[in-house]
């Protein structure tokens, strides 16, 4: 029991289970509505677009939360209007939306030089270098996604299955979608100092398409994928102590 219990003299450790288990039950609880929706690509897409959003912010000096999150909040919102257009695919709309942003945030750094270790941060993560400050924010974004799920439960549920019906029954899906695709924005963005960009994809996928194997009922699937996303992350520290890995 003493090694198991040995971890938490560490405050590091402290620090990066409970982000690795916010993280984990915010993505997966999102990412419900993402892969029920056929995006499951997006999550992948968007966290590269909020790269390029991370890299202009550091290279001019703006604070990286506000830049890097509104950046990712409009990538988000063209994304959708695009989609609902029926322009392109969404497939099509997030690989080229997102990997423009990608490549600009890449040629900015090419060009200016890298600063600091934020570069690998925001590419895989710094677990270990999480603070109480970050644990604060996965704190408020995990409680304002849930109200806002809570909330707007009806709307989410039928934009999500039928966005037809839900446009002619009178839903506003439009900004139902905004909604989502902000939710989705600050999930990834409060995220990705924990997992980085190369993760986020599979925090957003695994949980809720395991879910979706196990049950039918959509209210199950939402709290089974938060559990499952929040146990992964809070196993997942604890294994990569004791097995040093």
């Known amino acids: ?21 916010l993280a984990g039950a ?59 257009r029926r322009v392109i695919g969404a497939d099509a709309a997030i690989g080229v939306i997102t990997t423009a942003s990608f490549a600009l945030g890449l040629a900015l750094f090419a060009v200016h030089g890298r600063r600091g270790q934020g570069f690998d941060a925001a590419l895989f993560g710094s677990i270990l270098g999480v603070g109480p400050a970050d644990v604060l924010a996965l704190v408020l974004v995990t409680s304002g996604v849930t109200a806002a799920v809570v909330a707007f439960y009806r709307q989410l549920l039928f934009t999500t299955f039928d966005p037809e019906v839900a446009q002619a029954s009178g839903i506003p899906i439009a900004r139902v979608d905004a909604l989502l695709m902000a939710i989705l924005a600050a999930s990834i963005l409060a995220s990705m100092q924990v997992v980085g960009v190369t993760l986020i994809a599979a925090t957003l996928v695994i949980p809720p398409t395991v879910a979706r194997m196990l049950t039918t009922s959509f209210p199950r699937v939402l709290l089974l994928s ?14 990569s102590y004791h097995l040093d890995i």
Not at 226 to 239: I, K, W
């Open 1 to 21: 029991m003493d090694e198991l219990l040995r971890p938490f003299d560490y405050e590091f450790f402290r620090h990066g289970l409970a982000a690795a288990t």
């Open 26 to 84: 915010l993505c997966g609880l999102v990412g419900v509505f993402v892969v029920l929706k056929g995006m499951s690509y997006i999550g992948h897409g968007l966290s590269h677009a909020i790269f390029g959003g991370f890299a202009a912010s550091t290279l001019l000096g703006v604070n990286l939360v506000l830049g890097a999150g509104t950046w990712g909040l409009a990538t988000a919102l063209l994304i959708g209007g695009v989609t609902r």
């Open 226 to 239: 938060t559990v499952l996303g929040g146990s992964t992350g809070f196993v997942g520290m604890h294994l």
